[in-house]
């Protein structure tokens, strides 16, 4: 239990290693003591999902705390500024400062990010993913490739990939009728496992399953289908777990060459 809680904790407080200087840099230009920062941060998250309070409004007070304002995040849930299957070509372009995604949304960019996404039931338990994540190198080996990108990659979470649906599977007809929101290599899985899979933005996802235009989906863990709303719209759980994997990542532009650890220190020194 206690190892499982460890491995929670690392994995989602990622994002929060842009407070110690692991992450990328602020500002191309030397900053004097009193400047401040704003960075724009466009999520995949809509608002309602429990990850946007729980892991980016965290980050939010976490960095206002510890640099004493100095750097601010002006958040945007999915779908604001851009579609987002589109956030890491925009923070890669420099036009967001930061974003979250899926992994399964940058695979055309990051070619780990497949398996970032999870391959299905690769793993059997959280603690194994994050160990595979921070102690076996995979992390680094997505730093790397997402940096040809000028982007500095930092997994959000590892959770199980659970899904929800509008009537019970009892036999395999009934999978096989489902229409299924999905994504990355899940999508694939389950597409060539015998249903359909499609792919849906998280701000549509509720209203697709109320109006049938699917009839299941996955969004993370059990908790994120509860924050959404889906059980109003799809009361089955389906178990075990699709997969367990590092759902959400969140990217920073490199090209930021001012850490925050630096910002952090310079707070600390002036208090």
Request: proline share 3%; charged share 20%.
């Amino acid at each position: 239990m206690n190892l499982f809680a460890h491995a929670r904790k690392s994995l989602t407080v990622y994002a929060s290693a842009l407070t110690l200087g692991i992450s990328a840099a602020l500002s191309a230009a030397p900053a004097a003591a009193q400047d401040t920062y704003t960075w724009k941060v466009q999520s995949h998250w809509p608002g309602s999902s429990s990850s946007y309070t729980d892991s980016l409004m965290r980050l939010q007070r976490v960095l206002d705390e510890r640099t004493d304002g100095r750097l601010q995040l002006k958040l945007y849930e999915a779908g604001a500024l851009f579609k987002s299957k589109e956030i890491f070509n925009a923070v890669s372009r420099g036009i967001l400062e930061m974003g979250t995604i899926s992994p399964a949304y940058a695979q055309d960019k990051v070619s780990l990010a497949g398996i970032a996404s999870g391959l299905p039931f690769a793993f059997r338990n959280v603690w194994e993913a994050a160990y595979f994540h921070q102690n076996l190198g995979f992390e680094q080996m997505l730093r790397e490739e997402a940096a040809e990108h000028g982007v500095y990659w930092a997994t959000d979470k590892v959770y199980p990939t659970e899904m929800v649906v509008k009537q019970p599977i009892t036999n395999w007809d009934d999978f096989t009728s489902l229409k299924i929101r999905s994504s990355g290599a899940l999508q694939t899985f389950l597409t060539e496992a015998g249903a359909a899979a499609s792919y849906i933005p998280g701000s549509e996802l509720y209203s697709a399953l109320d109006s049938g235009i699917v009839d299941g989906a996955h969004w993370g863990a059990s908790q994120g289908a509860f924050s959404m709303g889906l059980y109003e719209v799809a009361k089955y759980h389906v178990q075990p777990a699709l997969n367990i994997a590092g759902t959400d990542a969140s990217l920073s532009a490199r090209r930021r060459s001012i850490s925050c650890q630096k910002i952090c220190r310079k707070s600390s020194r002036m208090r």
